[in-house]
């Protein structure tokens, strides 16, 4: 069984950066990749980014593309999210994602919370 924990979260300046983090502890061989999501109030969960799990492979979604930045250590079983250039439509929580490769189930943790207001 796989568990994700989000830390880093928090509030920061337009303007300012921020890096997630999501501890995995478990099977990490049973996954194929990970990747963050987030969800503002009244609107559904989007994806942010993607990672293999070697880091070979990323994807972004378009809205944070040279801004926010995903990587994994895999040393240390974490995953990072590092977010610049934050702009108020940033603010969501940010949940971390890992897919098991056998029956692509989706395991999630449970959200950390950005805010991003003057």
């Known amino acids: 069984q796989v568990q994700l924990v989000e830390s880093g979260g928090g509030l920061v300046q337009p303007g300012g950066s921020l890096r997630l983090s999501c501890a995995v502890s478990?099977?990490?061989?049973?996954?194929?990749?990970m990747g963050w999501y987030r969800q503002a109030p009244g609107k559904q969960r989007e994806l942010v980014a993607l990672i293999s799990i070697d880091g070979s492979r990323t994807k972004y979604a378009d809205s944070v593309k040279g801004r926010f930045a995903i990587s994994t250590d895999n040393t240390k079983n974490t995953l990072y999210l590092q977010m610049n250039s934050l702009v108020p439509e940033d603010a969501a929580k940010y949940y971390c994602?890992?897919?098991?490769?056998?029956?692509?189930?989706?395991?999630w943790g449970q959200g950390a919370q950005v805010t991003v207001s003057s």
């Open positions: 994602q890992a897919k098991e490769v056998s029956t692509w189930y989706d395991y």
């Open positions: 478990g099977p990490i061989s049973s996954l194929n990749s």
